[in-house]
């Protein structure tokens, strides 16, 4: 008997709003992703062992890191200005 277990990294785009980087100085979308790390036992994703949030850069990949709060607050913009 033995146990199959593991850690399973999960990201999701949670949303794109554009600015300009800091990196690149570019007025270019900006991807919000969320990673979480899923510790699963026989493939079955249990729980979440860890999430963070950071910010990527579609022209140069710059990462920032997020804080929870400012993740979210980058949703509520995003569905206050609809971009097109
Ligand atoms: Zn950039």
Known sequence: MFLLFGLSPKEQLLVSVAFVCHFCGRNVPQHVIKRSN??????????S???R???ECSNC???TNLT???ATH???WAARHPQH
Do not use: C, K
Request: hydrophobic share 45%; proline share 4%; glycine share 8%.
């Open 53 to 55: 949030y950071f910010n």
């Open 68 to 70: 929870r709060d400012q």
């Open 61 to 63: 990949g710059g990462v």
């Open 38 to 47: 899923r510790f699963s036992l026989f493939f079955i994703p249990l729980f």
């Open 49 to 51: 062992v860890s999430t």
């Open 74 to 76: 980058a949703q509520d």
